[in-house]
């Protein structure tokens, strides 16, 4: 059986928790889209890990982890993060890269900084991780694929061809130093060497593994909010964060992905720009800023804080039916304790007129929030196992969220760990 871990929101919804929670009974993690541009925390007996390429299922034993087809493969990003594990103890992890995964080349990450560097105050709010135009390189055919380090000649000429193009820009667009192709194959043959022993065809390998009743997981990045065609575009990532493509990522086929767990926070927050009707500001953002996530709402990758928001009904709603959601994983609730009334956005007002649909980026700029106060519970919830443990005003508002957003919440997160979940049967 095949378990899509996404997220319903901006990113950051604790998937990576998730997936680490849900891959002691899985046989294979794999990852989809994306690349190294966000990050998931995963804490666990071994410490606190800010994943960015591995799976968060690499903390096991038993698991297989692998870089799917859509992945935007950073090689020596990836080594890097399986050396750091393995030097705080976990064991070497069992990792498989697809032969049709693409490569995150050293010019990718520095046509992102140029890129934004020129767009000003105008710019997207990137990470610099080269993810845009590594996906921009893939889709006009010029990306390079894992299987081709393997083709000495090929690799050649291709390197040629592509510095060709590339120089004009650094050199007219940029005026910036133009890239050496001796040094850039120098560096693909690292890659290649690197990356050698764990080369597999993986959708085969899925396929083999599907026939033998092995249990696979779907890691996601990011959230439908930030998905090229559904999210708020373009204030959005290079490739979909759907569970739909995860059935392209990873190269199985559609009907196998049974479950679609989604994961959606309990209030909310958001990197880079873009509209975002439910954000708060000022104290109130800041006190919710640092006691959220594991440690404060802080990216796992930049460090940069994140913008904070009330739980937004409207989007979450839309994220899950976006997502297909089979089951809502409701996370990082233990933080909301502090508070004596929880203000959740209920509908947008667009126009004068209330609306309960998410609507395209133009209108959104343009949406206010409708909010609705429900009350706190005010005690520490880490640590309940059971539902009918959780204080009566926390199921309340558990509650309200399902009513709102119209599918099941079957997973509440009230900690950071990964004994910290409570199941609900539905
Ligand atoms: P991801 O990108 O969706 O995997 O999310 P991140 O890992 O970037 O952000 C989630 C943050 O919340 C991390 O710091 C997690 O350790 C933390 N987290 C996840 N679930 C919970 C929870 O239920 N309670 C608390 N307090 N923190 C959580």
Redo the contacts with the bound molecule.
């Keep these: 059986m095949v378990k899509a871990v996404v997220?319903a929101n901006w990113?950051?919804?604790?998937?990576?928790?998730i997936t680490d929670t849900l891959a002691k009974e899985a046989d294979i993690i794999v990852r989809f889209q994306g690349g190294a541009n966000?990050?998931?925390?995963?804490?666990n007996d071994y410490g606190k890990f800010a994943l960015h390429t591995l799976p968060s299922g690499v903390f096991y034993n038993h698991t297989t982890s692998i870089i799917g087809n859509g992945v935007a493969l950073n090689i020596p990003l990836l080594f890097k993060e399986v050396q750091d594990i393995v030097s705080k103890g976990v064991p070497e992890p069992k990792i498989l890269v697809s032969d049709r995964a693409q490569i995150v080349m050293p010019y990718h990450i520095l046509f992102d900084q140029y890129e934004e560097e020129r767009l000003g105050k105008n710019s997207f709010g990137s990470t610099k991780s080269g993810i845009a135009p590594f996906y921009s390189d893939k889709y006009a055919k010029i990306g390079f694929q894992v299987s081709e380090l393997f083709d000495e000649d090929l690799l050649k000429k291709k390197v040629a061809r592509v510095c060709e193009t590339k120089n004009v820009l650094l050199e007219h667009l940029y005026h910036k130093p133009a890239i050496d192709q001796e040094e850039l194959l120098a560096t693909l043959h690292e890659y290649r060497d690197m990356v050698k022993p764990f080369v597999c065809d993986v959708s085969l390998y899925l396929h083999n593994a599907l026939k033998e009743g092995k249990e696979i997981l779907l890691e996601g990045?990011l959230g439908t909010l930030k998905d090229p065609d559904h999210g708020i575009y373009p204030m959005v990532t290079s490739s979909s964060t759907l569970a739909a493509y995860g059935a392209i990522g990873a190269g199985v086929p559609p009907y196998e992905i049974k479950k679609v767990i989604t994961?959606c926070k309990a209030y909310s927050s958001a990197v880079g720009a873009g509209a975002f009707v439910s954000e708060i500001f000022g104290e109130e953002a800041d006190e919710l800023r640092r006691r959220g996530?594991?440690?404060g709402e802080f990216g796992?990758t930049t460090g940069r804080p994140r913008r904070m928001g009330w739980f937004d009904c409207v989007a979450s709603k839309y994220g899950c039916r976006l997502q297909g959601a089979t089951d809502v994983a409701f996370?990082?609730?233990?933080?909301l304790g502090y508070l004596d009334e929880i203000p959740v956005c209920t509908a947008y007002e667009i126009d004068g007129k209330q609306t309960t649909e998410f609507p395209t980026t133009v209108l959104l700029e343009k949406a206010k929030p409708v909010i609705e106060k429900l009350p706190g519970w005010k005690c520490e919830i880490r640590g309940i196992k059971k539902y009918e443990e959780l204080p009566e005003n926390c199921r309340k508002y558990i509650e309200f969220v399902e009513e709102k957003i119209g599918y099941p919440i079957t997973m509440v997160?009230?900690?950071?760990g990964r004994e910290?979940i409570i199941y609900r049967n539905k």
């Design positions: 997220g990113g950051d919804e604790g998937k990576g928790k966000a990050g998931h925390t995963i804490v990045q994961v996530g594991d440690g796992a996370t990082v609730l233990d933080v997160s009230n900690g950071p910290d």
